[in-house]
C-alpha cells in the first residue's frame, strides 16, 4: 500500500495495486480463454484507447444511457441531497467523476458535504479530480482509493456521518445474477442504519433500441470492442488479429441482457505467448466480452432485499429508458 497526503491535508491517496495487487489480465485470460465458452470480463476494455472510445460511444445518437443518466441525476440532485444528508460520497468507479459533480453540487449546497471518497484503478485520474474539487468546494476533503471496486471495498476508510454509496452508469448490469447480489451484499456491509446507496440501472425495453444503442452505424462499438484484443496483445504478448473477428451485439430474452461478443470469421489458432497458451477458434466460434442486464423495478427491489437493502425511491425518466435507484438497509 502506498500513502499520500498532500501538503493542506485536504487531500489522502491510498493505493493497494501494488506488486501482485493489479488487475490480473493473465489470470482472467487463462481461466476465460480455456473454457468451452470462451469471454473475458469487461474491466479491461479500459485502457487509454478503451476509455476514448468509450467517450466516443457515450456521444452516440443510438447511446441513450449516459445522457439519460445524467439527465435524472440533474432533475433529481437535490431531492437525494435532501433525503440523504450525506457528509460523505463513496464513489465506486469514479472516473473522471463528471456526472458526480451534480451530487456534490447538491449535497455542497444543502450545507452537509465534507468528504469525496473516489475508488478507482487509475491512480492519474484520482489524483486530477482531487486537485480540481478541491478547489472548487471549499473545505472538501478527498480521500482516494487507488483499486478494485471488486476486491478493495474492505480498505475504504472509515465513514464519517452520513455515506452515500454511488454506483453509476448502469456498471451493475455486468454482474450476472449471483455475483451481483453478493457485490450487492459487499456493499450493504459498508453501511450504516443512516447510509445509503445510489445506483444507476438500464431498463428493459424494446430490443431493437437495446441492439442498436451496442451496435451503432458507425462502427465505434465495434473498434471499442475488437481493442480489448490489443490490449491482449500487448500485455500478453498476443498476436491476435483484430480484422479476424466479428462485432456481436445480441439480446437474450431469457436473460433480459444483451451481450457484445467477438465472432471468429475463421478457423484459426491465436499464441499466447505471455500464457504459454494456444487459443484455437472455430469458423464462427463466439469470445463474449460484456454482458449488461437489463432491470425491472421489480428484480432490482429483489435484488436489494436479498442483499440486505430496501428500495426507498426509484427515479426515472419520462420515457422509461433508465432509472436511479436510492437504497438503504432493511428496517
Not at 23 to 28: F, Y
Not at 136 to 143: A, F, K, N, T
Not at 155 to 175: A, E, H, W, Y
Request: glycine share 6%; with cysteine.
Amino acid at each position: 500500500m502506498d500513502s499520500v497526503v498532500s501538503a493542506e491535508q485536504t487531500i489522502r491517496i491510498e493505493s493497494y495495486l501494488g506488486e501482485g495487487e493489479e488487475r490480473s489480465l493473465a489470470q482472467d485470460a487463462l481461466e476465460g480463454l480455456t473454457r468451452p465458452f470462451k469471454e473475458l470480463p469487461p474491466k479491461h476494455f479500459y485502457d487509454s484507447r478503451g476509455a476514448e472510445l468509450f467517450e466516443r460511444i457515450c456521444e452516440l445518437p443510438e447511446y441513450y444511457p449516459t445522457r439519460t443518466e445524467r439527465a435524472i441525476l440533474d432533475a433529481s440532485a437535490g431531492e437525494i441531497a435532501r433525503v440523504t444528508r450525506a457528509s460523505e460520497l463513496v464513489e465506486l468507479g469514479s472516473g473522471a467523476a463528471t456526472k458526480t459533480r451534480v451530487l456534490l453540487d447538491a449535497l455542497h449546497n444543502a450545507g452537509t458535504l465534507a468528504r469525496y471518497v473516489p475508488v478507482d484503478v487509475t491512480e492519474s485520474m484520482v489524483r486530477e479530480c482531487a486537485n480540481e474539487l478541491t478547489s472548487s468546494y471549499r473545505g472538501l476533503e478527498v480521500y482516494g482509493v487507488i483499486g478494485d471496486f471488486e476486491r478493495h471495498l474492505d480498505r475504504l476508510p472509515s465513514s464519517r456521518g452520513r455515506r452515500l454509496v454511488v454506483f453509476l452508469g448502469g456498471t451493475i448490469g455486468n454482474f450476472p445474477p449471483a455475483p451481483r447480489r453478493d457485490f450487492l451484499k459487499s456493499i450493504s456491509s459498508l453501511l450504516s442504519r443512516d447510509d445509503h446507496l445510489l445506483m444507476g440501472i438500464d431498463l428493459v425495453k424494446d430490443p431493437t433500441e437495446l441492439r442498436a444503442a451496442y451496435d451503432d452505424e458507425q462502427g465505434v462499438t465495434a473498434e471499442f470492442n475488437r481493442n480489448l484484443l490489443h490490449v491482449l496483445n500487448r500485455e500478453l504478448d498476443a498476436d491476435f488479429d483484430p480484422e479476424d473477428f466479428d462485432h456481436v451485439a445480441l439480446f437474450d430474452p431469457r436473460e433480459e441482457w444483451i451481450e457484445m461478443r467477438l465472432r471468429s470469421q475463421r478457423e484459426h489458432t491465436v499464441q499466447v505467448r505471455a500464457l504459454e497458451l494456444a487459443v484455437h477458434f472455430r469458423e464462427g466460434e463466439d469470445m463474449r466480452t460484456e454482458i449488461s442486464a437489463k432491470f425491472t423495478r421489480t428484480r432490482i427491489a429483489e435484488d436489494l432485499a436479498e442483499s440486505g437493502l430496501e428500495l426507498v425511491r426509484w427515479l426515472t425518466d419520462s420515457e422509461q429508458r433508465f432509472a436511479l435507484t436510492l437504497s438503504r438497509l432493511l428496517s
